[in-house]
């Protein structure tokens, strides 16, 4: 089972704020640590640090360190985080398909906000 592709996408996919944190990168294509904090109020920074971590060991993300006279660190999509987008919008379209209809929302900014979202039930 562990070599299996769909358990393996389900390990990507499954994580709290995996899917919010990649989208975020589809829309801005070198953001900050700090910057991604700010946007996901609900989130800790040793969450965010995890889920980043892990998207750079799959090798959907990068991570720059730029040193100028303050350090920066921004985070953007390798090629296989973009080619990943496919998926993602998959599952959104499918989403709006089937339940932003009943769920009255089909924003990432919405989700954030959902208090089922903050508890982990979704």
Known sequence: MINCPTHKLLDILGKKWTLVILQELYSNKGIGFNLLLRKF???????????????????????????????????????????????????????????????????????IKCPNFKQGTI
């Open 41 to 111: 109020s609900h989130i800790t920074p040793k969450v965010l640090s995890h889920r980043l971590r892990d998207l750079e060991e799959e090798g959907l993300i990068k991570k720059q360190i730029n040193n100028g006279k303050i350090r920066t660190t921004e985070y953007g999509l390798t090629k296989k985080g973009e080619e990943f987008k496919i998926i993602t919008d998959s599952l959104r379209a499918w989403n709006a398909k089937y339940f932003d209809e009943k769920l009255k929302c089909n924003k990432i900014e919405e989700c």
